[in-house]
Structures are given as structure tokens and as C-alpha cells.
């Protein structure tokens, strides 16, 4: 049976991504996305497939998602304001983006029934990470800063949405999995919305200083965007994982100053690695976590192995495509 699948945000990065995959294996797709951070020709493969089309539609509209929904055999949803750059610039559009649209999403789906992923953000474990003796786990608790310290906005939204989320499936049957993705990265992702590898990338070719934020010793994992859609894919069709929230990521750590250096050498580049406080890059109060290590036990426990490429075998290919 030909699956029709909805993807929220599928002019964005990972939505681009993720419609090309499921092209793949057959599904008719539909993106589904306001361009506002997306852009159509991230979808240039797909033009001129039969089985995909592209709609223009903005998910804080409930009747274009109510239209969009019905008619599909599944919905991911990943239509949100990302990045903690548009976060700090623009709060109340963030905001509404990432609750009032999900809340759409699911209200959408619950009416017809139809199965929907949704993504959420391991900036929900908020400074757990800072204190992480060990990977962070699904069960964990989470800890957000004050609400005057606005990077911590987006998490709470993320947050809501996986209540909101699991308040469906509780309340209304809706079958729903919650993927909370850590850092994904691969070709397409844009520098201008704070992303560190697009930047220093884009930096180190161009030759100009790689701005590491505070002394760099903060360390993240960085999953690429392939990985990331194999395990969307896969958990979107698992039985076990509806009603559960499911980290999604690669568990091996590396230091924003050692990725840094890694990138200008494989860039072969002069570039200086320079160093600004978190301060002066985001306004005074900001917060940063020191570590966010993904526990990857739930979803191999779900799915069975998982890939989790190197970040030199990612970084290999983005350096000769950026
Ligand atoms: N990239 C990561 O590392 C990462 C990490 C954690 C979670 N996520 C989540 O994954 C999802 C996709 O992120 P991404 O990195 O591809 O970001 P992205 O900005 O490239 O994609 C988001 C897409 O949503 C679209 N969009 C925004 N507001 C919309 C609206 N009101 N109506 C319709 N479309 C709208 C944008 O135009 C864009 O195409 C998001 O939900 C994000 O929170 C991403």
C-alpha cells in the first residue's frame, strides 16, 4: 500500500531531508511549509515528481492543517521556529510558532485519526546537561533557567508540546511518537540561525576567524541528518514507541573548540579560532549548558541498531559541499 505522508516544515532542513527519503521508499508527500526559515529550492530534487508536492500553508491556520491532515496516512510534524539566534530575536513569534501550530498539528490529526510524529528538542533537559555525569535519559528531569532568560522559551515549547502531545494520546487515542532530536546537522542547514558547524564551515573556507562561544569547552553531539531520518522513519511505524517520548541523536561528544580546530583543518584554512563571551554574542544573562549527551537506550530498544556516523565521516562530505 502507497503510504501519503504530510511533512510540517518540509522546506526546512531536516524536512527537506526527510521528503526525499520518503520519496524513496515510494510515499506520495506533501510539504507542507510558510518558508519563513525553509526554502523551496531546498526541495529541488523533488520538482517535477509526481508523488510530492509542495503546498505553501502556515500551521497557526487550523483550517489549512485540518485540509492539509486529512486525506494522509501520517504526519511528521516539524514545522517550528528553530535556533536559538531567531529565539533570542524574536520571542513571541517563536512562541506561538512552536505551541498554537503543534497544538493545530495534533488537534488535526486526533480528528482524523491519522498517526503523527512529532518533533521535539533535547533542549528540554535545559541545564541538566551543565551537572551530566551521565547521558541524558528520556525519564530524566529536566531544569529550565528564570523566564526572564529567554533561550530557555524554546525549550518550554518544546516541553509543551510533548504534554500536549502525550495529553492527545492519553485523552483521545491520538497514535503519536515524540522524537526529542539532539544536534543534527548535514548539507542544507544555514549558518544564519546560530548553527555552529554551517558557520564555521562557511568561516573556515572563507578565511575568516571561527567564533567560538565562551572558552569552548562546552561539548555536543552532532548526528547526521541522514541518521536522523532513518530513525524518524523507522519510529514513526513502530507500534512501541506511539505514546512515548524517544531521544533521537549520536552519543558521541566532542568540544566546540575541538570542532573548530577539526574544521579548519580538514578545511585546509588559515583561519584564527578566536573566543567571545556567551555575553556579548547573546546579551548579558545568557545560558549555555556544558554538555548534552544524548542515552540512546530507549531507541535501540525500540528499533534495534541505530547508525551514528563519526563526526570526521560527517564532516568529510559537508566541508566539500558548503
Ligand atoms: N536541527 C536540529 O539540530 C534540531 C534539533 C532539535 C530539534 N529540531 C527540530 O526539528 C524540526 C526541524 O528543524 P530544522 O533544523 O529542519 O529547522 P528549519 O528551520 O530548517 O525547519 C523548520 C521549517 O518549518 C517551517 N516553518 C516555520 N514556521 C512555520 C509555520 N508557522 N507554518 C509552516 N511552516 C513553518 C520553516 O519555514 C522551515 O522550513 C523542528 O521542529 C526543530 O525544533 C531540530
Redesign the pocket.
Known sequence: MTLRSLV????????SHLCEALIARGDDVVA????????AS?LDALTGNSKFRLQI????EAHAVNDAVSGVDRVY???????VKLVMEQPISTIV??TR?TENVLAACAQNSTRVLI?????VYGKMGSAQTKPLAESDDWRLGATATRRWSYACT?ALDEFLALGYHDQRALPVVIAR?????GPR??AN?G?VIPAFVQAAKAGRPLIVHGDGTQSRCFNHVADTIDVLVRLMECSAAIGHVVNVGNDQEITIGELAAKIVAKCASQSPITHLPYGEVYGVGFEDMERRTPDLTKVRGLLGAVRTRSIDETLARLVTLE
Do not use: C
Open positions: 510540517t516544515g518540509g522546506a526546512g532542513f531536516i524536512g507542507f511549509d510558510d518558508l519563513s526559515t525553509g526554502v531546498n500553508g502556515d500551521v497557526l510534524h516539524l514545522a517550528a521556529a528553530v535556533g510558532t512552536n501550530g518533533t521535539s528538542s533535547s533542549e518544546k532530536l539532539f544536534n543534527t546537522v542547514q544555514r540561525y548553527m
